[in-house]
DNA sequence: CATCTAATTAGACCATAATCTAAATAATGG
DNA sequence: CCATTATTTAGATTATGGTCTAATTAGATG
């Protein structure tokens, strides 16, 4: 897990949008692209990005790939920042 | 306070060093700037972008400026991004 | 296998970010 | 007020990021 890759990928707002649409479920690329006014293309990179974070994962369905959400990665790399302590009271395995 | 310029402040390592070295309290510039291998006025330009985002606060101490960090403001942005749920189970006064 | 749909990769272009050196501002102390 | 220390601002340069259109890949279907 790469820090920086996944803080430079939270650093865009339309990436920060398609994590939040993700929480509700996995979803088809054009599905996720349709909620922008961006071209399939510009978006596909931001789905790239997401990937290469690792924030996101992909399956292939038929024609179509299916993002999902990767909270853990998410969890952790905001956790890493904040050093833990103030938010995860235990909640994780922390040691 | 602007997600999306707390986000594009984490984005560089540079600033989250940064963010790391004032959690041990407050530190001057100079201080700051001691620690890494890049010019004062690149710097300079780091803690800007930190203060635009209102992740850090400066006061002036004589000649020098004296930058602390702003936690609640950190906090607030992670989590959002996260919605809250999994980490913050009651620590903090969320509804 | 030709074709259709879904999505990505390639290539180009423009905007923004990171960095440097040099100059400017701000406070302190003779 | 001039010199010194601490830091920022200005201006220029280079690298990176975001976006588009056009072309390509991958799977499904007649």
């Given at each position: 897990m790469s820090f920086n890759a996944v803080f430079?990928?939270?650093?865009h707002p339309v990436r920060r949008r398609i994590l939040a649409l993700l929480k509700s479920g996995p979803k088809s690329a054009g599905?996720?692209?349709n909620g922008f006014d961006l071209s399939k293309p510009t978006m596909s990179v931001h789905f790239a990005k997401l990937r290469d974070a690792g924030l996101v994962e992909v399956?292939?369905?038929?024609?179509?790939?299916?993002?999902?959400?990767?909270?853990?990665?998410?969890?952790?790399?905001l956790a890493g920042v904040l050093d833990l302590g103030q938010f995860g009271?235990?909640?994780?395995?922390?040691t």
């Open positions: 430079e990928a939270l650093s599905d996720l692209a399956e292939r369905r038929g024609t179509s790939l299916i993002y999902s959400l990767n909270a853990s990665v998410l969890e952790e790399a009271s235990g909640t994780k395995g922390d």
